[in-house]
C-alpha cells in the first residue's frame, strides 16, 4: 500500500543549528503534505501544510522563516529547522494524502527532535 | 477555535473489560470523523472512521452524534494490546489537514 516514508526518525543536535527532515511519498504523488508537532502528553498540533510548487501555509503562530517547508516536488516535502533552540525539541510528523482520496491520511514514522 | 475534546484518562482496566470513550468537537460543520490509535512516539494508525450509523470493527464499536457533536470508541474484550493512546479526530472540510484531539491513554492490565 501507499506508505509515506520520513527521514530521519531522530536528530539530537546542539542549539543554534539547523535541523531538515524529509518526508517522502512512495508509489504515489502527493501535491499537498502536512507537517505537525506533537510534545509530550500533548494532541498533534498542525503546523503547515505544504503545497507543491508553491508556498506552504503556516497556521497561526508558527514562524514561517523559523520553519522553512520546501515542496519542490510531487512526492517530497521538507521541513527545516533553522538556528533550533531547546525549546523546538519535539515529534515533528508529515503526512500525506493519497490523491483523489479525502478520507485517508498517510503517516510518516515521524522525526524525534531533541536540542541540547 | 476549532477543538476536538477528550478526556486525557488514563483509563487503566483490566483485560476483559469493557471500556468507552468519548469526544466532543467544536465545528458543526465538520465532515468526516475517525478513531486513530497511537503508541508512544509512534506515527498514528487509523483504527476505524465514524459513521452517523454507527460502525463495529470486531470488538471496536464507533458512534457519532451529529446534533450533540460528539463521537465515542467502545472496546470490548480489552487486550493487553490494546493499551496506547486513542485520538480522536475530524476533518472539517475534504482534503485538508485533519484536527487531532489530545488523545485518550488507556492502559490494560493482566
Known amino acids: 500500500g501507499a506508505v509515506v516514508s520520513q527521514h530521519p526518525s531522530r536528530v539530537i543536535c546542539k542549539s543554534g543549528t539547523s535541523v531538515k527532515i524529509e518526508c517522502r511519498s512512495l508509489d504515489f504523488q502527493a501535491t499537498t503534505m502536512f507537517w505537525y508537532r506533537q510534545f509530550p502528553k500533548q494532541s498533534l498540533m498542525l503546523m503547515a501544510t505544504?503545497?507543491?510548487?508553491?508556498?506552504?501555509?503556516?497556521e497561526q503562530g508558527v514562524e514561517k522563516d523559523k520553519f522553512l517547508i520546501n515542496h519542490a516536488s510531487l512526492t517530497l516535502s521538507t521541513l527545516t529547522v533553522t538556528s533550533a533552540h531547546p525549546e523546538d525539541s519535539s515529534f515533528y510528523i508529515c503526512s500525506a494524502f493519497l490523491t483523489g482520496t479525502n478520507e485517508k491520511l498517510f503517516f510518516g514514522s515521524g522525526t524525534q527532535l531533541s536540542v541540547l | 477555535r476549532k477543538e476536538v475534546e477528550q478526556d486525557p484518562g488514563p483509563f487503566n482496566v483490566p483485560e476483559g473489560a469493557t471500556v468507552a470513550f468519548n469526544c466532543t468537537y467544536s465545528?458543526?460543520?465538520?465532515?468526516?470523523f475517525f478513531w486513530y490509535r497511537q503508541d508512544c512516539r509512534k506515527e498514528p494508525k487509523l483504527l476505524m472512521s465514524v459513521y452517523s450509523s454507527g460502525n463495529e470493527d470486531g470488538r471496536f464499536t464507533a458512534q457519532l452524534n451529529r446534533a450533540s457533536q460528539y463521537i465515542s470508541l467502545l472496546i470490548r474484550d480489552s487486550k493487553l494490546s490494546d493499551s496506547a493512546t486513542y485520538l480522536c479526530?475530524?476533518?472539517?472540510?475534504?482534503?485538508?489537514?485533519?484536527?487531532f484531539g489530545k488523545g485518550t491513554t488507556l492502559s490494560v492490565s493482566s
Open positions: 465545528n458543526s460543520a465538520s465532515q468526516s
Open positions: 479526530v475530524v476533518n472539517d472540510q475534504a482534503g485538508t489537514a485533519l484536527i
Open positions: 505544504s503545497n507543491e510548487g508553491s508556498k506552504a501555509t503556516y
